[in-house]
């Protein structure tokens, strides 16, 4: 498989994780949007959110991001949690994936 966040997990390509489960890791976004912008990857590929389907799955994810924020010192002053899905949602690397956001006011409109 060619896949970037793959590889990542294996750790053909470093990383620096600033956190790490069981399922999941967290790097920082390479291409950061954000004062702070960190990517919650899982260790399994799934080509996108309506790929996985296994129970609790998706509730481990927001953990790692709840407990990466709370590392960080961030839950006080707010964060965004973004899940791009496919082209037109935004998708560019086909392996699900949550953005945290953070670091500066985001704005209130789509986007940062």
């Given at each position: 498989m060619d896949c970037i966040f793959c590889k990542i997990v294996s750790g053909d390509i470093p990383s620096a994780?600033?956190?790490?489960?069981d399922n999941f890791i967290v790097i920082k976004d390479v291409s950061p949007q954000a004062p702070l912008h960190l990517l919650v990857i899982p260790k399994k590929h799934y080509d996108n959110i309506l790929d996985c389907n296994e129970s609790g799955m998706m509730d481990e994810m927001m953990e790692a991001a709840k407990a990466v924020t709370k590392t960080l010192g961030?839950?006080?002053?707010?964060?965004?949690?973004?899940?791009?899905?496919?082209?037109?949602?935004?998708?560019t690397v086909f392996h699900l994936h949550m953005h945290i956001l953070g670091g500066k006011k985001l704005s209130e409109k789509m986007g940062l």
């Amino acid at each position: 498989m060619d896949c970037i966040f793959c590889k990542i997990v294996s750790g053909d390509i470093p990383s620096a994780r600033l956190h790490e489960t069981d399922n999941f890791i967290v790097i920082k976004d390479v291409s950061p949007q954000a004062p702070l912008h960190l990517l919650v990857i899982p260790k399994k590929h799934y080509d996108n959110i309506l790929d996985c389907n296994e129970s609790g799955m998706m509730d481990e994810m927001m953990e790692a991001a709840k407990a990466v924020t709370k590392t960080l010192g961030v839950q006080q002053s707010g964060f965004r949690l973004i899940v791009n899905t496919n082209k037109d949602g935004g998708q560019t690397v086909f392996h699900l994936h949550m953005h945290i956001l953070g670091g500066k006011k985001l704005s209130e409109k789509m986007g940062l």
